[in-house]
């Protein structure tokens, strides 16, 4: 499979907290995105970063990658219960295909 | 604007029926993406036309057929449906085809099939 793989699978917070999720590729890519998607919903795009930056903020987002081990992270900082949602990665490769990750569930608790 | 909107919403088909997805986007996107996601799978592309006139396969493609019908509307086919095409299914549109292949891609709110 060309899949992606997140980690966790699954996190449960307390709403102030914050969430950290994982994600690794397979290919060398141009750029990754990350989204989120509530549930019964689509796909919603987060935020953006290009394979020749390792860091980028947006808000109470912040996005890591590191090209040598194929992974990037998001973290969302001071977490509220709108954050409950799932996230995805994709990661593009030079064509129109977006690859993306299995997605991690994330439930924040009032 | 509406975005991206994919009819109908919700459907369940018997084994053997066909039946035809749709999607359309007033962005003026030039490229557009047809996906099924299913649980813990995440995404992944059964179709995809970088822009209109094109289609490509995806990793999913078996089973399934495209057509892009305009600019704006881009459909996928199940000819004959079978139960492990139970899933939902998602269409995308970003703004560029060539050159542009960064742009973030715009969801619809997918279609619920079970295939009984």
């Known amino acids: 499979s060309q899949q992606g793989e997140e980690d966790p699978q699954a996190l449960s917070i307390q709403e102030g907290e914050n969430a950290t999720m994982n994600c690794s590729y397979k290919?060398?890519?141009?750029?990754l995105q990350w989204y989120r998607q509530n549930s019964g919903r689509g796909l919603v795009h987060l935020i953006l970063?290009?394979?020749?930056?390792r860091e980028k903020h947006s808000g109470r987002l912040r996005v890591t990658l590191d090209t040598s081990k194929k992974s990037s992270s998001l973290l969302i900082t001071a977490s509220r219960a709108a954050d409950t949602a799932s996230y995805f990665c994709a990661s593009t490769s030079g064509t129109y295909k977006y690859i993306f990750g299995t997605g991690t569930r994330l439930k924040v608790l009032a | 604007n509406a975005g991206v909107t994919q009819t109908p919403k919700f459907q369940v088909l018997k084994t053997g029926q066909s039946m035809t997805l749709q999607c359309a986007q007033d962005?003026?996107?030039?490229?557009m993406y047809w996906y099924r996601q299913d649980p813990g799978m995440g995404l992944r592309l059964i179709y995809y036309s970088a822009s209109e006139g094109t289609t490509d396969k995806g990793e999913v493609p078996n089973g399934y057929n495209v057509s892009r019908l305009n600019k704006r509307e881009f459909s996928l086919r199940l000819e004959s449906a079978a139960p492990s095409q139970t899933s939902v299914y998602f269409c995308?549109?970003?703004?560029?085809?060539?050159?542009?292949?960064?742009?973030?891609?715009?969801f619809g709110d997918g279609t619920r099939l079970s295939i009984l």
């Open positions: 962005m003026n996107h030039n490229s």
């Open positions: 970063i290009r394979s020749n930056e």
């Open positions: 290919t060398s890519i141009n750029n």
């Open positions: 995308a549109s970003i703004s560029k085809g060539t050159g542009q292949i960064n742009q973030p891609q715009h």
